[in-house]
């Protein structure tokens, strides 16, 4: 993991991408070991080869191929992004936070209650309240165990695993009692208002119609484009010819206005007239887009600030980061957090996207939380890894159901699948031995052969 | 003439690096060999070959005449070799007798109550070590608690451990890294009287004067190949340092008389603790004076870490003042001492002065990442760190492929380098250096020891702690001397012997223990 870039030359982006080679080549033997080993156990069970190929096809089918199959994987994929972010961020400041669950709980009721309780705000304020009233509600959740590990040492994975309870009962309570709503007869919390629901793709060109929506979403695109302008503006062959800091300046804000005015302008007739989301039953929504953004935003906060240079130094040596005038304390309050404000949203994405009453429902099964945690060690804590770590366990997820549909091996063996693969990452020894990938000599030399004390 | 080891043409390869370039290398019976070479000079590994913790990828091993492979540490030890780690492979908790048959238990069964209960045997061998303990010189109470005795102490029931298991050959890695002069000598003497009784012993220190004063023979390794083997009677230091490096080595600093400007750092009653409230600096005054080093000698674990610690804003004191430049700093935390302009090159360089999966790059910001230029707002500027990062990797001739190579991948001289080129980069005021040139080649000591008298002569105050006696000789101005969480003397550098630091160094002041 870098946090700074060296000048750009062909040898270096040589370097970077045999890098990333390198970085992909541990996932994927785990991933193919796993459903090779799980080939192995459905042929097993079931007696018969042929059942392990069916129950494959039918998975693949299931995830990817079947009608809204491929939406289906991706809106199963999108709170799986935030959680694991979630996790991946503790881990870089070498904290295990087994809370996500919990604060996934807090993030989706806490969106629920802030997206009943106004009915006649515009989107444009509604939605980005009701999401950072989630990500406040799991940072608060986050924050509490954050906090006696700092002031009192009491270790977080124990608080947070306890703080999951407490989540889960005080959900209960306010979703059938203060929120529930009384008209309904099944056990939810009242419907959000529109305005706070994040849109399904099928709905984008009629909600671009209204000029607030689309003033929205332009605002949104320049500032996308400010930060790809401002990255831009620091590449070597472009700022070259930007030579002086000013020019620089208006590169970046000339982008963003000029796209900000064009996706006003331009966007609404052209989903109009061309738009591929066109089926109404398909549940893919926009939060896609802001989970794509939350993986390039941690990115940007672990490797490019001063902030995320100290929460990896906590992470990578406290004794260090200490040594060095880093607050430690302030630190991992920080750091669980940020990761409790992640998971608060991917409860959010589920309340306002997905469920089918846009509430949150009293059995709400959700089980993100702990799948997370595997997500983040397949990516290996990089959080642009979890977005095809999430893609992959979202397509298991959604392929399960045709899998056991076709074959009759039960969907249950794809939680097997997913704990192999973690097996297999987690003991990256065995895959070693297993592929005889060469060990690097420097993790020779740091394998403690013999352990010691004194001095 | 037997040898009781012959090392013939070992070859060992890691991916990228020659480790043992056929090397040969033999012990001769009731001989003292000395093993000198740098820190990656192959040592090591020629070390883990005999004593079975990796295979030779080319050579054979003789012992005592008979071709042999030793598989396995346990395979070594079934073969007479035994080994003295610089780190005590010991349990803190357990007695002697316990901590030396760990592992090969000797038991009896009582069958006339428990039927077939072992019982362990810890009598016969308490008068086994008794006895071992007696004929080596080696003053060792089987029935004490390892946590309780002092290190020198623990050194020898590592020797034991390996007499009581038959070592024939005796593997001794840095066995003096911990011990005061004096305690180094009494293990000369046990070693001497070990080689008398037909014992072999391997010695690996980087200190040159030892090799002088205890060898038969000297070995010298640069760059996984042996170098050659001498007799120390026909060596001098310059000529060992020389075959080492492979270049000429001044082993003497060279500086100008000193010039101490006004008080830079003042310490007063300073007391501390350590974390099991133990008092570790008692009622501690001194003053650093800028434009000199004061040395703090003493054998480790005699309060410098925490007085350190204590100084650099690690460890709160518990009672006394620590100023710096006029400013109060007792109670501050690290990072308002170091922009009060104090440095610190840390004892321990893996914990507290690198973090080892981070780019060399990275940490030499690691203290300044904040700052101006490298940061703006909150964002850190990477070509401005990149800018900083190959400056002083050419200044200060830092060895690595790039400044995105992680510093644990550099050998220990380099990381050494990277913390002295960090901390001298700033305008520094006090520069507080704990044990600079722990386990560094001699290269690498000799780099680290200009930078430290530079620093002096730009009128920096420097604080030298360390337990290298030379170190303290070649470059303190006064020298401090450290036992049991006091200063017992401070003296002028120029009228102190060795012999008298030795002496403080052990407590003993004017004829008496302290």
């Known amino acids: 993991m870098s946090s700074t870039t060296t000048t750009p030359t062909r040898t270096h982006y040589r370097a970077v991408i045999l890098k990333m080679l390198d970085a992909l080549s541990m996932p994927l033997v785990a991933i193919l070991f796993a459903f090779a080993l799980g080939a192995v156990i459905i042929t097993i069970t079931s007696g018969s080869l042929s059942a392990a190929l069916v129950a494959y096809v039918g998975l693949i089918e299931g995830a990817f191929i079947k009608t809204r199959g491929m939406s289906e994987s991706l809106v199963a994929a999108i709170p799986y992004v935030f959680a694991s972010l979630a996790v991946a961020f503790g881990f870089k400041a070498g904290l295990f936070n087994v809370g996500v669950e919990g604060q996934f709980y807090i993030g989706a009721v806490t969106a629920a209650a802030v997206g009943a309780a106004f009915s006649d705000l515009p989107a444009i304020i509604h939605l980005p309240l009701v999401i950072a009233a989630a990500a406040l509600g799991g940072a608060v959740w986050g924050a509490i165990p954050g906090f006696l590990k700092a002031k009192t040492g009491a270790h977080e994975v124990i608080n947070t695993i306890m703080m999951n309870y407490v989540a889960y009962r005080l959900v209960e309570y306010l979703v059938s009692n203060v929120l529930r709503d009384r008209v309904s007869s099944a056990v939810q919390t009242i419907r959000v208002a529109p305005s706070a629901e994040l849109w399904s793709m099928a709905s984008v060109p009629d909600r671009l119609a209204d000029p607030l929506n689309a003033l929205f979403v332009a605002l949104l695109i320049a500032l996308a484009a400010f930060f790809f302008a401002r990255t831009l503006a620091k590449t070597a062959r472009i700022s070259a010819s930007l030579n002086t800091p000013r020019s620089a300046r208006l590169f970046t804000v000339g982008i963003a206005l000029a796209s900000g005015v064009l996706s006003f302008l331009l966007l609404p007739p052209l989903t109009r007239a061309l738009w591929i989301w066109t089926d109404k039953f398909d549940r893919l929504h926009i939060g896609l887009f802001l989970a794509l953004a939350a993986a390039v935003f941690m990115y940007w906060l672990l490797n490019k600030t001063t902030i995320g240079f100290e929460l990896r130094t906590v992470g990578a040596n406290p004794s260090a980061a200490q040594y060095a005038g880093i607050n430690i304390g302030r630190s991992i309050v920080l750091a669980m957090s940020v990761s409790g404000a992640l998971a608060g949203i991917a409860g959010a994405t589920e309340v306002l996207g997905v469920s089918t009453c846009r509430c949150l429902p009293l059995f709400f099964s959700a089980g993100y939380g702990f799948d997370s945690i595997a997500i983040a060690l397949l990516a290996r804590g990089d959080a642009l890894g979890i977005l095809p770590a999430s893609f992959l366990f979202g397509a298991l997820r959604n392929g399960a159901d045709l899998m056991e549909l076709r074959s009759g091996v039960s969907k249950h063996v794809i939680s097997l699948i997913q704990a192999l693969v973690l097996l297999f990452v987690a003991a990256p020894a065995i895959v070693r031995y297993l592929t005889r990938q060469k060990v690097k000599p420097a993790e020779v030399a740091e394998a403690p052969l013999t352990r010691g004390w004194g001095r | ?514």
Do not use: W
């Not at chain 2, 009731?30 to 913790?53: D, Q, R, S, V, W």
């Not at chain 2, 009598?123 to 070590?129: C, D, E, V």
């Not at chain 2, 000591?445 to 105050?461: K, L, S």
């Open chain 2, 1 to 514: 003439m037997t040898f009781a080891l012959e090392a013939n043409g070992i070859t060992k390869k890691f991916p990228g690096v020659l480790a043992n370039d056929n090397v040969q290398f033999d012990l001769q019976r009731g001989e003292i060999h000395g093993l000198l070479g740098e820190n990656g000079a192959g040592k090591t590994t020629l070390m883990n070959i005999l004593y079975g913790l990796y295979q030779p990828d080319a050579g054979e091993i003789f012992l005592n005449a008979q071709s042999t492979q030793i598989t396995s540490p346990h395979d070594a030890i079934a073969q007479g070799i035994g080994m003295v780690h610089q780190h005590f492979m010991l349990v803190p908790p357990l007695t002697v007798t316990e901590n030396i048959i760990l592992g090969q238990e000797s038991l009896y069964s009582s069958t006339k109550f428990l039927g077939r209960l072992a019982v362990l045997d810890r009598k016969s061998a308490a008068a086994r070590i008794r006895e071992l303990s007696h004929q080596y010189g080696l003053d060792i109470d089987p029935d004490a608690t390892v946590k309780d005795l002092p290190v020198g102490a623990q050194q020898r029931v590592e020797i034991v451990k390996a007499l009581y298991r038959d070592a024939d050959i005796l593997i001794l890695d840095e066995p003096t890294a911990v011990l005061t002069p004096q305690e180094a000598d009494d293990l000369f003497g046990i070693m001497k009287s070990m080689a008398q009784q037909g014992h072999s012993l391997i010695f690996i220190t980087h200190k040159l004067r030892e090799m002088f004063a205890v060898t038969d023979r000297v070995s010298v390794m640069r760059n996984g190949k042996m170098v050659g083997t001498v007799a120390p009677k026909e060596a001098t230091s310059e000529m060992l340092a020389e075959m080492m490096v492979g270049r000429k080595v001044i082993l003497q600093i060279d500086k100008s008389a000193a010039h101490p400007g006004g008080t830079i750092l003042q310490v007063e009653n300073l007391r501390v603790e350590d974390d099991r409230r133990t008092a570790m600096v008692d009622e501690v005054s001194f003053h650093v004076r800028a434009g000199e080093i004061l040395g703090i000698a003493g054998v480790q674990g005699n309060g410098q870490r925490e007085l350190v610690e204590a100084l650099t804003g690690l460890r709160a004191p518990v009672a006394g003042k620590v100023s710096v430049l006029e400013h109060d700093v007792t109670h501050k935390p690290p990072r308002a001492v170091i922009e009060y302009g104090v440095a610190h090159v840390p004892e321990d360089r893996h914990k507290h002065g690198l973090v080892l999966t981070f780019p060399v790059a990275d940490n030499l910001v690691l203290c300044t990442y904040y700052q101006s230029p490298f940061a703006r707002g909150i964002e850190i500027d990477a070509a401005q760190v990149e800018r900083e990062a190959e400056k002083l990797v050419n200044e200060f001739d830092i060895r690595t492929p790039s400044t995105r190579t992680l510093v644990g991948s550099l050998s220990g001289g380099n990381q050494q380098k990277v913390i002295v080129a960090r901390e001298l980069d700033r305008p520094v005021k006090l520069l507080i250096v704990n044990q600079p040139t722990r386990g560094l080649d001699v290269g690498s000591i000799e780099f680290i020891h200009r930078r430290i008298v530079e620093a002096r002569e730009r009128g920096t105050a420097v604080l030298l702690v360390s337990a290298e006696l030379d170190e303290i000789l070649s470059l303190a101005d006064r020298i401090a001397v450290m036992y049991k969480g006091r200063i017992l003397e401070t003296l002028d550098a120029k009228a102190a012997t060795r012999e008298q630091l030795g002496l403080l160094m052990a407590g003993v002041v004017g004829g008496k223990h302290v």
